[in-house]
């Protein structure tokens, strides 16, 4: 086993480092004692050879993700003792124990200080995803652990590591299981029921960062019609149908449609109030001639580069103004982003003007973001990514 290659930083590169950002840019390495492969431990030290910290390479802009700050040994029981105050965390913050639940989010990356690797739990299954080539070489090592834990229970690892892959790898990756025998895929979330996908599904499968912010609609929907924009597999929907008056559920997806209908089926059986429209959120908007007293408009991250940071911030906007132009007086509109390039100022701009060209009297009811099981690492506020408002329309 080779020595890890050194990457010394330019001069004052290593501020960021002392600050404990978890990322070196590339344009910071100064020179490298060898050439290392994507995926390799290297360290890196500052421009007077003093060491800074330690963690995976790759090739790009975000040239090395540190694992540690501390000259320490990347080996089994660092994973081992990375996973398992993950687990303390949540055990500590009650996530575990949540009511009528059992789906969430056990690693959430540079947010447990495990960067590139995303676990989430639905019910004992645990669906892995690697975003570096450090990550997912350890994937046989993460499988071992998530079955030896004793709680959460895990009895099967699935890995859909497929589409995070930096391309630049050249990892030729097939999804698949790991460890155990997948079978049923339905979860609980306070107490409702919800169709998973983990093999063909947006993400892990399910978002499940947005479980606070559904649980919030059912309040708010209350002897209301609710349009669900954006909808995915109407988790928004699923919690708004308990209380409102309609729920109407749109996304691009005939397929996600599908599976929003067997989702609404499978918790309130045939329910006229609900009905689901498979086209593109703008268009629904231009053309409706429904006028709705909330409205949840979840998109797609609209950036997911800085350098398309202004036409994100646009898009919000236009969005924004279509949902106050067709939503009743006294009206909720939850909105939000979660392009992790949008901080929630720009993004609170965006909706500002948004309100602004309307003319509409808005009021900020709620600021809204990521659950405990997604911490937000005070030292890397990229990890804040998902922004909502629940906003009061005059």
């Known amino acids: 086993m080779r020595d890890n290659i050194k990457l010394i930083l330019k001069s004052g590169k290593d501020q960021s480092i002392l600050r404990r950002h978890p990322w070196i840019f590339s344009g910071a390495i100064k020179k490298m004692t060898g050439k290392p492969l994507e995926g390799d431990v290297v360290d890196i030290y500052d ?13 790009g802009t975000i040239a090395v993700r540190i694992l540690t700050f501390e000259d320490e040994k990347i080996d089994d029981t660092f994973f081992v003792s990375g996973i398992n105050r993950a687990v303390n965390y949540r055990e500590r913050m009650g996530i575990l124990d949540l009511p009528s639940t059992n789906v969430f989010r056990l690693i959430h990356a540079e947010g447990d200080n495990l960067p ?57 990756h097939k999804n698949g299981v790991l460890r155990g025998e997948v079978t049923a895929n339905i979860v609980e979330e306070y107490a409702y029921k919800f169709h998973v996908d983990w093999e063909e599904g947006q993400k892990t499968g399910f978002f499940v960062d947005q479980r606070e912010n559904r649980k919030l609609i059912e309040a708010y929907s209350a002897g209301r019609n609710v349009l669900n924009l954006f909808a995915y597999t109407g988790g928004f929907s699923v919690y708004a149908l ?25 918790n309130y059986g045939e329910d006229a109030r609900h009905e689901s429209f498979t086209g593109d959120a703008f268009r629904f908007m231009d053309e409706s001639d429904i006028k709705y007293d909330l409205i949840v408009l979840d998109p797609p991250a609209f950036a997911k580069h800085q350098n398309v940071l202004h036409n994100a911030l646009q898009g919000y906007k236009r969005l924004n103004m279509k949902a106050l132009e ?37 009021r900020i009811l709620k600021q809204l973001s990521q659950p405990a099981d997604h911490p937000v690492n005070i030292y890397h506020p990229e990890s804040e990514y998902l922004k909502g408002l629940v906003l009061y329309i005059e």
């Open 47 to 59: 421009n007077k050879n003093k060491f800074l910290a330690r963690g995976h390479y790759q090739p």
């Open 116 to 172: 590139g690797l995303v676990i989430d739990v639905y019910n004992d299954v645990a669906v892995m995803q690697a975003h570096s080539a450090g990550m997912h070489q350890q994937r046989e090592l993460m499988a071992e652990i998530l079955m030896a834990l004793k709680r959460p229970h895990i009895s099967a690892v699935y890995d859909k590591s497929a589409a995070t892959l930096p391309y630049k790898a050249g990892i030729e």
């Open 242 to 266: 308990r209380n409102a008056k309609k729920v109407h559920t749109v996304d691009a997806s005939s397929r996600a449609m599908g599976v929003a209908e067997q989702n609404i089926k499978l």
């Open 326 to 362: 067709i939503i009743n007086s006294g009206g909720i509109l939850f909105t939000f982003s979660c392009s992790q390039v949008v901080n929630r100022e720009n993004f609170r701009k965006s909706v500002f003007a948004a309100a602004a060209n309307t003319g509409r009297n808005v």
